[in-house]
């Protein structure tokens, strides 16, 4: 398992997870702050991805 | 004293000093069990099931499970937090898991996997313990 957002995506599911039932107590709105964070991590590390990509100058 | 519920669980409070500490106890020990404990067993489910896979993914990456050596302080940091699973962590030492492969190209995201289920079950445990005195 090489692939950088295989793990990522991996990575981000059980935290996601893990902090939205950490701070909700209803089913409905973990599972909505869950797909937001989960989604978040996900966009960002994309985001940098795309913002390092002609690193090193 | 009150606490929260939700309509599919009914949260029960550990009022008594040693009550409260096996509920952390537990809650070190098995991912989850706290919360299975005070009655929010949806929370616990989801606890059970995350970390467990954190910590086995993490294993699975050639991920390793620090010794604690005093001598090299991230070393001994990084075996706090891969000590914060309890049961799995005790288990996956006694059976010479997580030895790590540094030269495997996911030696780094296991240790970030072990690393981090180990530091979020003990924010998991902090919160079994605001539920055990009613703050939550």
């Not at chain 1, 957002?5 to 939205?20: R, T, Y």
């Not at chain 2, 009022?15 to 706290?34: N, Q, R, Y």
Request: overall charge positive; proline content about 5%; some cysteine.
């Amino acid at each position: 398992m090489t692939s950088h957002l295989l793990l990522l995506v991996a990575f981000a599911l059980p935290v996601s997870a893990v902090f939205a039932t950490l701070s909700r107590d209803e089913p409905r709105d973990q599972l909505r702050t869950g797909g937001m964070m989960f989604g978040g991590f996900v966009l960002a590390a994309i985001v940098l991805g795309w913002l390092m990509y002609p690193l090193p100058l | 004293m009150a606490t929260k519920s939700t309509a599919a669980e009914g949260a029960r409070p550990a009022s008594e000093p040693g009550t409260l500490v096996l509920v952390c106890v537990a809650a070190w020990a098995i991912p989850g069990a706290g919360h299975f404990w005070l009655g929010r067993a949806q929370k616990g489910a989801v606890f059970l099931v995350s970390l467990t896979a954190m910590f086995l993914v993490g294993l699975l990456l050639k991920g390793r499970l620090f010794p604690f050596d005093l001598s090299e302080p991230l070393v001994a940091l990084a075996a706090f937090a891969n000590a914060g699973l309890g049961l799995p962590w005790i288990a996956g030492r006694a059976l010479g898991l997580g030895s790590g492969l540094v030269t495997a190209v996911s030696y780094e995201y296991g240790n970030t996997f072990l690393i981090v289920a180990g530091l979020l079950n003990f924010l998991v445990m902090l919160d079994a313990y605001d539920i055990g005195v009613g703050r939550k």
